[in-house]
């Protein structure tokens, strides 16, 4: 009963500030120049993950690209893609892995899997009821299934579970990681990000040396075996690239840091509402929601404001140097 009380108060906050202010959006004092969308997709986006994006006629992209070769049935969502098989979800549970000619595995779970990977005979998997599963697909055999906890409303982009050598990182969708044994299945440390009651699910996961990075929509946490530090804001995204972590702020700030989650810079574009980001080179590309593409170099230090031709009102997705959005396609240089 609490919980629900606790639903309908913030609900009233929301209309109460709604009705009480103003949204403002991005007005760039000057823009730089101009681009457009050069090639159209088979179809629109109908499904969006952290890794991956479902058309409407059931052909993927992956962060690599269009995958022409690959029609999904109706209903199926592409998750994403390891050593060249393709995970698969649906709503009623199905779980699928597929290589470019057919199924290779399938499980039915008791709810919709939001996040997995794979590597060799070990699936990795969580549920939408915040259960982490560990699946040896050879044997068919479940291996680990742990209920983390409550979870009452999620963020989208949900992160997928990485293989180490000898473990497994899963995030959850209460603001956890929890480390598992690969091996055995065996749960051996777990470790909490953040603790909001919403919208609390890992949105970013990543190792990197020595190092893992997890990332909620209000905090990053840096763990490693001589230091544990945070960094607390309204995120929006988070990425690793070339030895820093980039931020960017649901205010409009990007900021960069050293791997220790020091500021090594940050850079302000008033109002924007950041939609994805691509690395590239020695830049970082970032699409704006009202419709503009934000061109900024690794030290934050010099920007480049390029209008798109049109605003971003459903769905999009970002490879590794192309932005996907409805039915249209922008390549970077």
Not at 122 to 139: E, P, Q, W
Not at 255 to 280: G, H, Q
């Given at each position: 009963?609490?919980?629900?009380?606790?639903?309908?108060?913030?609900?009233?906050?929301?209309?109460?500030?709604?009705?009480?202010?103003?949204?403002?959006?991005f007005?760039?004092?000057?823009?730089?120049?101009?681009?457009?969308?050069?090639?159209?997709?088979?179809?629109?986006?109908?499904?969006?993950?952290?890794?991956?994006?479902?058309?409407?006629?059931?052909?993927?992209?992956?962060?690599?690209?269009?995958?022409?070769?690959?029609?999904?049935?109706?209903?199926?969502?592409?998750?994403?893609e390891?050593?060249?098989?393709?995970?698969?979800?649906?709503?009623?549970?199905?779980?699928?892995?597929?290589?470019?000619?057919?199924?290779?595995?399938?499980?039915?779970?008791?709810?919709?899997?939001?996040?997995?990977?794979?590597?060799?005979?070990?699936?990795?998997?969580?549920?939408?009821?915040?259960?982490?599963?560990?699946?040896?697909?050879?044997?068919?055999?479940?291996d680990?299934?742990?209920?983390?906890?409550?979870?009452?409303?999620?963020?989208?982009?949900?992160?997928?579970?990485?293989?180490?050598?000898?473990?497994?990182?899963?995030?959850?969708?209460?603001?956890?990681?929890?480390?598992?044994?690969?091996?055995?299945?065996?749960?051996?440390?777990?470790?909490?990000?953040?603790?909001?009651?919403?919208?609390?699910?890992?949105?970013?996961?990543?190792?990197?040396?020595?190092?893992?990075?997890?990332?909620?929509?209000?905090?990053?946490?840096?763990?490693?075996?001589?230091?544990?530090?945070?960094?607390?804001?309204?995120?929006?995204?988070?990425?690793?690239?070339?030895?820093?972590?980039?931020?960017?702020?649901?205010?409009?700030?990007?900021?960069a840091?050293?791997?220790n989650?020091?500021?090594?810079?940050?850079?302000e574009?008033k109002?924007?509402?950041?939609?994805?980001?691509?690395?590239?080179?020695?830049?970082?590309?970032?699409?704006?929601?009202?419709?503009?593409?934000l061109?900024?170099?690794?030290?934050?230090?010099?920007?480049?404001?390029?209008?798109?031709?049109?605003?971003?009102?459903?769905?999009s997705?970002?490879?590794?140097?192309?932005?996907?959005?409805?039915?249209?396609?922008?390549?970077?240089?």
């Amino acid at each position: 009963m609490k919980y629900i009380l606790a639903i309908c108060i913030a609900f009233g906050l929301l209309i109460f500030s709604g009705c009480s202010t103003k949204r403002k959006y991005f007005e760039p004092q000057n823009i730089d120049k101009e681009m457009s969308y050069s090639q159209n997709l088979p179809s629109s986006i109908k499904y969006t993950a952290r890794d991956g994006a479902t058309l409407e006629d059931g052909q993927i992209i992956t962060k690599t690209g269009l995958k022409n070769t690959v029609k999904l049935e109706e209903n199926d969502r592409f998750i994403g893609e390891f050593d060249g098989k393709f995970i698969v979800s649906n709503l009623d549970g199905t779980l699928k892995i597929l290589d470019l000619q057919n199924t290779v595995y399938e499980r039915k779970f008791p709810q919709a899997i939001v996040a997995a990977s794979l590597s060799g005979s070990k699936l990795a998997a969580l549920s939408s009821r915040n259960t982490i599963y560990l699946v040896d697909i050879y044997r068919d055999n479940v291996d680990l299934e742990y209920v983390v906890g409550d979870t009452y409303a999620q963020d989208s982009r949900t992160a997928a579970p990485i293989f180490l050598s000898s473990l497994i990182v899963y995030p959850t969708l209460d603001g956890k990681i929890m480390i598992v044994d690969k091996a055995s299945g065996n749960i051996i440390r777990d470790a909490v990000v953040s603790s909001e009651p919403f919208f609390n699910n890992i949105i970013y996961l990543d190792v990197f040396e020595d190092k893992m990075f997890a990332a909620t929509a209000t905090k990053v946490m840096m763990i490693s075996p001589s230091l544990t530090k945070e960094y607390s804001g309204q995120i929006k995204d988070v990425i690793l690239y070339k030895n820093r972590i980039y931020v960017l702020l649901k205010d409009g700030f990007i900021e960069a840091m050293d791997l220790n989650l020091n500021s090594i810079a940050k850079t302000e574009f008033k109002f924007a509402i950041f939609s994805n980001i691509i690395p590239k080179g020695d830049y970082l590309y970032i699409i704006e929601k009202t419709g503009y593409l934000l061109k900024t170099n690794l030290d934050l230090t010099s920007q480049e404001v390029i209008e798109l031709n049109g605003e971003i009102e459903d769905k999009s997705f970002a490879s590794k140097n192309t932005f996907y959005y409805d039915d249209k396609i922008l390549k970077l240089d």
